[in-house]
């Protein structure tokens, strides 16, 4: 069972974007609040009226977001 949905959210093309590791969802956004709302509102979308416990993933189910830095060591 899914306890927690997580998404990796890295800057692309002029835009912020956010991918869900367990879920087929893709979102993107100009800041970094835009796009988590997105995230938001896209997870809450893909799941609404679905059956929970036949895909997995828990009623109570919380989202992780991980920002991507790229070449951190590189300064």
């Given amino acids: ?3 927690v949905i997580h998404a990796i959210v890295h800057f692309g093309e002029g835009a912020y ?3 869900c590791v367990e879920l087929a969802v ?3 956004g100009g800041s970094l609040e ?3 709302a997105n995230l938001r509102e896209a997870v809450g979308l893909h799941l609404e009226g679905e059956d929970l ?3 997995g993933v828990a009623p109570t189910a919380r989202l992780a977001v991980t920002f991507e830095i790229p070449d951190v060591l590189r300064g």
Wanted: proline residues 0%; aromatic residues 0%.
């Fill in 1 to 3: 069972m899914i306890d």
């Fill in 17 to 19: 974007v956010a991918e």
């Fill in 26 to 28: 893709v979102t993107q």
């Fill in 34 to 36: 835009e796009v988590v």
């Fill in 53 to 55: 416990e036949e895909l």
